[in-house]
């Protein structure tokens, strides 16, 4: 059975992001999106419009020296424009360690990512870690 979409969607966008390539995440995108990123830290907060988003994800690899790894762990989809796309996030900043466990909560419209609400297992150890 072929796969979903939306969760084919998803999985491109976790492999772009894992290469760094922006153009493709941007392209995925529509221009208004959201990214609802939990936490009371600097990395924390709502992050709206494509090019808000980008920079957000740009400052992720630079505030951790390219550490950081987003590594797809399964996906599921409702078939009406939700798909969670669950990962362990790992990275390295100031001496610090962060491994995680979290998800992503996508709507698609069309074919574009409408917002992105992410979920973290230890909300305080990633607010330690990014602050």
Do not use: Q
Not at 47 to 72: C, H, P, Q, W
Not at 86 to 91: G, I, L, V
Not at 118 to 123: L, T
Request: hydrophobic share 35%; glycine share 12%.
């Amino acid at each position: 059975m072929a796969e979903h979409p939306h969760a084919a969607l998803v999985r491109k966008g976790f492999e772009a992001f894992s290469r760094g390539d922006m153009d493709t995440l941007r392209e995925m995108m529509a221009g208004d999106a959201t990214h609802h990123v939990p936490g009371n830290h600097p990395l924390s907060g709502d992050f709206k419009g494509v090019d808000s988003i980008i920079e957000m994800y740009e400052r992720l690899g630079a505030e951790t020296n390219g550490t950081m790894r987003a590594e797809l762990i399964g996906i599921c989809v409702d078939g009406r424009g939700h798909v969670v796309g669950m990962n362990r996030f790992t990275a390295e900043r100031n001496g610090k360690t962060l491994d995680d466990t979290g998800c992503i909560i996508f709507r698609i419209v069309g074919d574009k990512v409408t917002d992105l609400d992410e979920c973290v297992e230890d909300i305080d150890k990633n607010n330690e870690f990014w602050s």
